[in-house]
């Protein structure tokens, strides 16, 4: 019969452990001169041949493990329970942790790179300042757990449950986020360029000056999420739903968020310079002082939208909404207006130099004193062509009679001439 004195002991309390768990008193002999067994002696750097040996072959409970500066490389914990473990400064790279149990478990500056977290539990875990390189988090649970200050470079998280974790300061360049839950995750002045988000679903989360450049948000679920200050340039993003979401001070140029939503979005004072927002829903956006030179907005919805004081040159607005918008002191020159609803719009402290507004709906709109659109001068042209026609038919029909034939080349020179002139004014109206 064993001696209960030579047992760990090591116990605890259900109500300290995950709903569910159950209490937790571990009976393995104990390790050299300590009174608990090798996993729950409170002594660093623990032989890893030893705590090889001592692994059992199947899942096992492995509650509060005090594993610190440990070395478990290649050790298989698969579906084994390691909540509350101590394992800061640990090393666990290429280990098996695949459905384990690690919530609220500590990992702080621990080595995981490559390691399978496939579909664990690390809820409430402290993995700040870890090695989280090309580590596989795929549909594991990440909700509220601490990454803050670590690498996870290549890593992938797809499908994991991400919900108010904190990635503050983190590096997370070319991560696979597909289907994540982001909701109130924390990612400011985090590192994500290149990363994939598709189809991630979240809102109010916190993005304030981070690096995504290049990532993909493709039909993701964005609402109201902070970017201010965040360098967005590259980004894909076609299809997102990003009402709500605040761009202060950020960077989204070169961007391409074909038909999306921003409704409600805050761009104010950001930079949309030669971004791509074809067929967009802006409704109620603020653009106040942003840059959109050389974007692409056409058949965009920028009703009651906000574009005061921006510079907004060169710019595709062909077939887009402006009804009611207010674009106070705003620079459109050499913006293409064409097909474009400009109603209930004040122009009339905004450049307008060089704009194309051909076929425009300017009903109710004021445009700048002194202006005049050049909308009437193809039917002036029109009716001169159609009386000069008149007139060389005439000629020609007597000039034919009399065998005039050298006349009769002059005329239709002149025939095609004024059709030409007429096509040409058509193909450039718009305002001086």
């Known amino acids: 019969m064993d001696n209960s004195d030579d047992r760990c002991r090591f116990s605890l309390d259900s109500e300290d452990l995950p709903e569910g768990l159950g209490g937790f008193c571990c009976w393995r002999p104990t390790w050299r001169e300590t009174d608990q067994c090798i996993w729950h002696a409170d002594v660093e750097d623990k032989p890893s041949e030893e705590l090889e040996d001592s692994r059992s072959e199947y899942p096992e409970r492995l509650d509060g493990a005090r594993l610190v500066g440990a070395d478990l490389s290649w050790i298989s914990f698969y579906e084994c329970s390691l909540a509350k473990a101590i394992l800061n400064r640990a090393v666990l790279d290429n280990t098996n942790l695949a459905d384990a149990n ?12 490559s390691i ?11 993995i700040n300042q870890a090695d989280l390189h090309s580590a596989d988090l795929s549909m594991s649970n990440l909700a509220t757990s601490d990454f803050s200050g670590s690498e996870l470079i290549h890593a992938d998280l797809a499908g994991a449950d991400i919900s108010g974790a904190n990635f503050s300061d983190t ?15 924390q990612f400011s002045r985090a590192n994500l360029q290149g990363a994939d988000l598709s189809r991630s679903t979240g809102g109010w989360e916190d993005l304030t000056e981070s690096d995504i450049r290049n990532w993909n948000i493709s039909e993701s679920e964005l609402g109201r999420v902070d970017f201010s200050e ?39 004072q950001s930079n949309l310079i030669e971004g791509n927002f074809s067929g967009v829903d802006f409704s109620s956006a603020d653009f106040s002082e942003a840059d959109l030179t050389n974007a692409d907005l056409s058949r ?11 510079k907004i040159r060169e710019v595709n607005l062909s077939y887009a909404d402006l009804t009611d918008a207010d674009v106070s002191n705003s620079d ?48 002036a042209i029109g009716a001169t062509t159609i009386l000069l026609t008149s007139a060389l ?8 009679y009399k065998g005039m034939y050298l006349s ?12 030409l002139s007429f096509y040409s004014f058509l193909s450039n109206e718009g305002i001086r």
């Open 408 to 419: 009769y080349l002059v005329i239709l020179f002149a025939l095609a001439s004024s059709l």
């Open 116 to 126: 399978n977290l496939r579909g664990a539990n690390l809820s409430d875990a402290i």
């Open 230 to 268: 965040a360098l967005l340039k590259g980004v894909a993003g076609r299809k997102a739903d990003l009402s709500g979401a605040k761009f202060t001070n950020a960077n989204l140029s070169d961007s391409d968020f074909v038909g999306s939503s921003f409704n409600n979005a805050d761009f104010s």
């Open 332 to 379: 459109f020159s050499g913006a293409n207006f064409e097909s474009t609803i400009l109603q209930n719009i004040d122009l009339s402290n905004s450049n307008l130099s060089a704009v194309n507004i051909r076929s425009a709906n300017l009903s109710n709109t004021t445009l700048p004193r002194g202006l005049t659109i050049k909308r009437f001068l193809p039917i």
């Open 393 to 400: 038919v005439t000629s020609l029909y007597f000039n034919l």
């Open 102 to 113: 690690l919530v609220e478990a500590n990992l702080s500056r621990a080595g995981l790179s």
């Open 300 to 310: 965009s919805k920028l009703i009651n939208s906000t574009i005061h004081n921006t």
């Open 171 to 185: 590096r997370l360049p070319f991560a696979d986020l597909v289907d994540t839950n982001i909701r109130g995750a």
